[in-house]
């Protein structure tokens, strides 16, 4: 052999050849030994036994992820935005969740958010329009007079409760005391973060009228002030909450709900005062709102105030979280966040006002 390749296809020099498979001991696992005809096959890095992702692929990740949930929910976050108070940071999440809003819209991302909310029964005020007609029944042709004498199971009193979230938790225990008596029908009608300062977000005035041309109620109960005391945008100023020209404004907001539910005397209505506040700072706003509605409903006959601030304050005129009972019973009844009533407090404030209610209808009240 001189060395040199024979001509032909079918010949070749076996240096050429792929290098052999190299043999491994069988004590060597196999997902242990490096692929036949290559080098080893670098592990991937893991701690714990997870295997890590570079570290763009996670940014992405969340990114898609943020952005995803920002357009499922860009509706709500829109309503949040506009319900702050005025200022520079509402202004800028207001005009922030505009576009985003328009384009979750647009692409249908809102809707299974709106949809659950609709089931939760957590609609935002815009979308709750009529949902009491079928509570309270249709209304008769005409305006209805108040009832002159004591109502009875055949006609009960019809019973309107609603205002801003305070109306929550007790309305909903006006409503089961008001059924005990026999001779009460009431309804529920809040929306959580509404009030009278800002009707810009949620227009109580014309809700009001809406209440009073379909439902018609002989009673009224309301509950507003909780997110009252907040800089309010009028005529192209922002007045801040106290100032005289924002006092002004509130006291005349407050009087027009009044007649409003009052409907020119066929509807008696029982504004709801706010009671004591864990928040010091807080609880000097609430004692100027009361002071609005006491004077306010002390000019009209057919409004009676009903004092809460009482009813939830200490012996010494403090807050407390825990309050007696009648049975000397130390019971929560104050929310973790020093606003809200707990179950037992929402009670003590229904039967209160329910009492009240059956006493100036000459009824009996409720249990306790």
Avoid: C
């Amino acid at each position: 052999m001189d060395g040199t390749r024979p001509p032909g296809d079918d010949w070749f020099d076996q240096r050429d050849a792929a290098p052999p498979v190299e043999e491994h001991p069988p004590w060597v696992p196999a997902g242990e030994r490096p692929p036949a005809g290559g080098r080893p096959a670098a592990p991937a890095a893991t701690i714990g036994g997870r295997r890590l992702q570079p570290a763009g692929a996670v940014l992405l990740a969340g990114l898609v992820a943020f952005a995803l949930g920002l357009f499922l929910n860009a509706a709500s976050l829109q309503r949040t935005a506009k319900a702050m108070p005025y200022g520079l940071e509402r202004t800028v999440a207001v005009d922030v969740m505009r576009p985003v809003a328009g384009i979750g819209h647009f692409l249908f991302l809102d809707r299974p958010s709106a949809q659950a909310s609709r089931l939760l029964g957590r609609s935002a005020p815009e979308q709750q329009e009529g949902r009491v007609l079928s509570e309270l029944g249709k209304p008769s042709a005409g305006p209805s007079a108040r009832p002159t004498g004591p109502p009875t199971a055949a006609h009960p009193l019809r019973v309107w409760v609603g205002g801003d979230s305070m109306a929550q938790n007790t309305g909903a225990q006006i409503v089961q005391y008001a059924r005990r008596t026999g001779v009460m029908k009431a309804t529920l009608d809040y929306h959580i973060s509404t009030g009278l300062s800002r009707p810009d977000y949620y227009d109580w005035p014309q809700r009001l009228r809406y209440i009073q041309r379909f439902v018609q109620p002989d009673v009224a109960v309301a509950f507003f002030g909780a997110n009252d005391a907040q800089p309010v945008m009028y005529e192209g100023q922002v007045l801040q909450a106290g100032s005289p020209l924002w006092d002004a404004l509130y006291h005349r907001r407050v009087g027009e709900a009044m007649d409003l539910l009052s409907n020119a005397g066929r509807t008696r209505v029982y504004w709801v005062g706010l009671p004591i506040m864990e928040d010091a700072g807080f609880s000097q706003r609430v004692a100027m709102l009361d002071a609005v509605f006491k004077s306010e409903a002390a000019t009209r006959p057919d409004v009676v105030y009903v004092d809460s601030w009482k009813l939830f304050a200490t012996p010494k005129g403090t807050y407390a979280d825990y309050l007696r009972t009648a049975d000397g019973q130390l019971t929560l009844m104050r929310q973790s966040d020093g606003i809200h009533m707990t179950l037992a407090g929402a009670s003590r404030q229904g039967w209160a006002i329910v009492a009240r209610i059956a006493r100036d209808y000459h009824a009996s009240p409720p249990a306790p």
